[in-house]
Every structure is written in C-alpha cells, then in structure tokens.
C-alpha cells in the first residue's frame, strides 16, 4: 500500500487549507484511515480517523469543529478539510490506513499556520 499525501502549505491564521491522501496497491479489508500530526518535539497525535464499516468518524478535541474527515466511496482518497487554522495546527500531517493488522503511512505533508 503507498499513500501520497498533498496540500499542504503555508496559510494565514483563520485560513483553510484542504488536504488529500491518494492510495494506490492492495487496498483490500481496510479498517481505517486518518490523518495524524506531529509538531516540532513533539509525539504524532491522531486528528481525525473514519472507519470503514460504518462510516463513523472520531476527531482530536482540538479540533472538533473546525477539521472534517471525508473519503471517496472507493477509499482511494482520503481528505482533511481544515478552517478555522490555528498557529498551534502547524505540523507535518500524516495519511495513515490501517488494514489486517497493519498501519500504513504516508511521507508526510507540512503544514504551518501563520499568525
């Protein structure tokens, strides 16, 4: 499984930015994907995650309201919408799948919210 992430990039605080996840190979019994960050020293956290079987979604605190978590029908691509972006929302952001036991990951996009 590869995952490419893209759209990531440098936004004014308030700003939007939308981000994408293509995934491409054995994409079969996929549980879940999300969308993960790490800042500068500090641990990866999880934004936001969509399960497969029932479509439910669960997002970070901090970002409940502001982030929405959406995927194509096929699951081959995987978005984040972003508003409301905040200086403390800059971070690398991570496409993450989780299929039979196993978490894929993404290269990473960067994201920096200016102030």
């Known amino acids: 499984v590869q995952l490419v992430e893209s759209g990531g990039g440098l936004v004014q605080a308030g700003g939007s930015l939308t981000l994408s996840c293509a995934a491409s190979g054995s994409t079969f019994s996929i549980n879940a994907m999300g969308w993960y960050r790490q800042a500068p020293g500090k641990q990866r956290e999880l934004v936001a995650a969509?399960?497969?079987?029932?479509?439910?979604?669960n997002y970070a605190d901090s970002v409940k309201g502001r982030f929405t978590i959406s995927r194509d029908n096929a699951e081959t691509t995987l978005y984040l919408q972003m508003n409301s972006l905040k200086p403390e929302d800059t971070a690398v952001y991570y496409c993450?799948?989780?299929?039979?036991?196993?978490?894929?990951w993404g290269q990473g996009t960067q994201v920096t919210v200016s102030s």
């Open positions: 969509i399960f497969s079987h029932s479509g439910s979604t």
């Open positions: 993450n799948l989780r299929a039979q036991g196993t978490n894929y």
